[in-house]
């Protein structure tokens, strides 16, 4: 059995906290998300398996477009995991 977790997860939960952190009051859009070097497919995947999860939150428009955020228990798990911060510092 292998326990390493997907770097792709990774780098999603990572701009999903530094979005929360960013932007408290917004979610970021996938096309924002995807900057993180994630082809758009790849980044789609990752939500619907973190969404099922109950860690992310997502709304996606019948063109394609959409936007991602954290649910109240995936903010519990990236403070745990990534720290504060001090983007969170300044928000204050």
């Known amino acids: 059995m292998n326990d390493a977790i997907d770097p792709a997860v990774v780098a999603v939960l990572t701009q999903l906290w530094r979005a929360k952190r960013e932007a408290p009051e917004r979610a970021w859009s996938l096309a924002k998300l995807a900057k993180a070097d994630l082809p758009m497919s790849t980044l789609k995947r990752q939500l619907t398996s973190l969404s099922e999860a109950g860690l992310v939150q997502t709304q996606e428009s019948e063109d ?5 955020w954290l649910s109240e228990g995936g903010e519990t798990l990236c403070s745990a995991v990534f ?3 001090p983007a969170c510092e300044r928000s204050g």
């Open 64 to 68: 394609g477009t959409g936007s991602a």
């Open 83 to 85: 720290g504060e911060g």
